[in-house]
């Protein structure tokens, strides 16, 4: 990344566009290798109660030494905009960090956010002054209708969480971008560092990932792995790609060399 | 990579898995930046007589310096495997290079091999000695037939040459690569850092690409790009990726925090 | 279609699942011609005052002759559930059907259905006791929260309308045929009889078409194509498909025959 | 179909584009229904020495009666050009036809066809007079010269033999369509409805298949569903699709009707 192409949300400025989740890795010690490896710089996780009651037991986080991170608490097994914003507004309470992201399903086989709870909830957490971040379906209307909720930033699903099938709908992703005034994030579904490339060259401004990384046979070296996709994808994203074309145009340059 | 990772073709070890064409640069300038963004080792062209003969005029490729490449000249422009393989003849006995790509095409519109000639030029260099590359389809049976005929790695084609069409048939190349005892170098029709992190996720030993950098609207970039991409695709691949997944699985930890 | 394998929507049983729109025919003699040929037995078009107005001008409809179609007036053109809802109590009260198709949309580039508007007029035109079929994204849960709302079918899209792009999720549409428990109907985007053929394999109960068969080089023969298509479709889907296998299986029966 | 739409195959003329595999059936009588079900005038088997040496047993085919077949034994079980052609003239030296698919394989895992042997297969058998219709790889320079080689049809495979992966490659089939002079019947690979509309669309001449129908839940019911899927491809072949594009189009008319 150059020095001038950073990822703005609210008012805070990053320098990488990998959002990390905390969950499902075989061990501490493996989690905070696969976050340094990754070069993330929020970091994501479900809360609980007792995470706020209690918040110096079992600090995992704490492990990862030397580097300051903004969470992104989500709101995970909300199944409303009211338990949503419940949730929000108790991080928040605890001092945990003003920023949300938005997660609301009744359905237990998918995941699937709920698109009217999920717009209630940004609405409402929008005036009371959270950064929110909706994880949302790739419905390039309701993505826009977020947007002018109050979204800081708009996060459309790949695919359902946990899935690992991919970006199933590149051209909603696209369009969802081109009318986007605020970071468009693909949050969940992606499976794999191709995936992963092939989001940030649409232009997308960031991908949020968990199980990709953390069930990967070798989580460090996958996050290292996607770490690479993501500035692959964007500098190819910058550099500008190749038109497609039906027929061959010949490549090859004829070099004069240097013969010994 | 890591330093146990490199890629053998006959007796030369390489660092980096992607080889880079030299033509189509809007300038010398541009292209010697882009080979040195690229990483790249094996730098590939077509041999003109022309060349072999004055090998000290308009030396472009004299301007990268500080820097050894292995040189990949390509048999482009031969019809027959009899023309292609007096192409070969020619650039060993001019010092320039034992290795050699053979491209064999009659058909103008796709420059797609042909297959019964590339075998045959294949199976006649490799006796006389050549380390030879041979440019064919992602017939899997046939790259087979050239790794018996003696290829020191086979590069099938993702599509035709400079169409920028990506990957037409992963399976095809996932079959190859799964049968293969020499490396398999993707060669053509490559578009973007997607199509490059694919295939080496596919397990790929490397790409050979020229009109996806020299084309790019910034190729220096792109070089830099593809080259995240090899990276990124081959960590990914000895990373392990996670099943495809019908359903959703919840991945959110519930970390406990440093509240303050 | 088998005797038994009927499509029932609100009260009304039908022996064709293709919906035909009749705009954008090249004269009023094609379209009747393909509405003719294509078997459809349900009619959509967009409703203007004019019409509701000067209902014996300019009757296309009446053209198509002997046959009783089911009309299914939509809303397009509306930009708000509140639009919506009037135009249907117009097309209600001028006799025309109590069938209607929700279509709602701000955005002049995508046409897309605007999620909240369309759920909004979906919920209050099933209450007040019309027969709602709404067109809307492909959003899982989206669409499950129609059917609750009370639709009579929903009218998930392949693609923005008129594009021609084809299925561009057909996971999503597979999960929301899986979960649903009124027809679903796929409407917009379908370009080709391929598409076609796909979503009913996939399980849909039927498509609703305009553009690829009156846009057509030829109406009336894709008209055709499309209603072979339906059935090939639906007759695939109830005979149950082979299972993709990564690896071949020989197919050869070895018959004994007829030798002269 | 239309009268004048007939696929001619040497001196030949057929009015289905439906070639269907004997084998695998759960039975003779299920056998004979899907047979009849498919319209198909072509049948295939492999050769056995058995079935020449004692043709009147076990003669399954003789069950289809009242219909009068084109038979188009193959060489499934040859390894190489030699064997294959030795079977093909048993097969015409007993009587039976000679037509003769060539099928040649070395490799059991993926049964994929041998394109040199293919290749020397073709051209010999085609001398001697035999109506010959390869299987290949999809690649276009081998179909391009199988042709040359005095193929009556070339028959390039969508995927491996019984794996219902459908049209692994569009683009390749699309080329070697545009380029053949001969009919293009596709080959092995394919799965379902969806699979046999897309390669008809794409202008194939017809399919060749045999575990789809035979292996799925309701064999007859799917020879029909696949019967359709060829009308349905061929008629919208003709018929002229709609281009792609990326944004909206209204398809709305605006239609007056009959109001009572």
Redesign the interface.
């Known amino acids: 990344m150059t020095k001038k192409d950073k990822l703005v949300i609210g008012d805070v400025e990053l320098s990488s566009r990998f959002f990390l989740?905390?969950?499902?890795?075989p061990n501490p010690f493996v989690q905070n290798e696969a976050i340094r490896e990754s070069g993330t710089e929020v970091l994501?996780?479900?809360?609980?109660r007792?995470?706020?009651e209690?918040?110096?037991?079992?600090?995992?986080?704490?492990h990862v030494e030397g580097k300051i991170f903004q969470?992104l608490p989500?709101t995970?097994g909300a199944k409303t905009a009211e338990e949503a914003v419940r949730i929000a507004q108790l991080a928040k309470a605890?001092?945990?960090s003003s920023w949300i992201k938005v997660e609301i399903?009744?359905?237990e086989?998918?995941?699937?956010?709920?698109?009217?709870e999920t717009?209630k909830a940004t609405e409402q957490l929008a005036k009371e002054g959270f950064t929110v971040l909706p994880y949302t379906?790739d419905?390039?209307?309701?993505c826009?209708?977020l947007e002018e909720a109050g979204a800081a930033a708009v996060m459309p699903g790949a695919?359902?969480?946990?899935?690992?099938?991919?970006v199933?709908?590149p051209?909603?992703l696209s369009?969802i971008i081109e009318e986007a005034n605020v970071p468009i994030i693909v949050d969940a579904g992606l499976?794999?560092?191709?995936d992963?490339?092939?989001v940030m060259?649409l232009g997308a401004d960031g991908v949020l990932m968990?199980?990709?990384v953390?069930?990967?046979?070798?989580?460090v070296?996958?996050a290292?792995?996607?770490?690479?996709?993501i500035?692959?994808?964007?500098?190819?994203y910058?550099?500008?790609?190749?038109?497609?074309?039906?027929?061959?145009?010949?490549?090859?340059?004829?070099?004069?060399?240097?013969?010994?």
Chains 1, 2, 3, 4 share one sequence.
């Open positions: 989740g905390t969950g499902r890795y994501t996780f479900a809360i609980r007792v995470n706020l209690a918040p110096d037991e079992d600090a995992i986080l704490q969470y989500n995970s605890s001092g945990l399903s009744a359905n086989k998918t995941l699937l956010p709920d698109p009217v717009l379906s419905d390039p209307v309701l826009k209708r695919a359902p969480i946990g899935t690992g099938l991919g199933l709908n051209y909603n369009l499976g794999s560092a191709k992963v490339t092939e060259e968990n199980t990709p953390a069930k990967a046979k070798d989580p070296r996958m290292a792995a996607m770490k690479h996709a500035e692959a994808g964007r500098l190819s910058e550099a500008g790609r190749i038109q497609k074309k039906r027929y061959a145009t010949a490549s090859s340059g004829y070099e004069t060399f240097i013969s010994k």
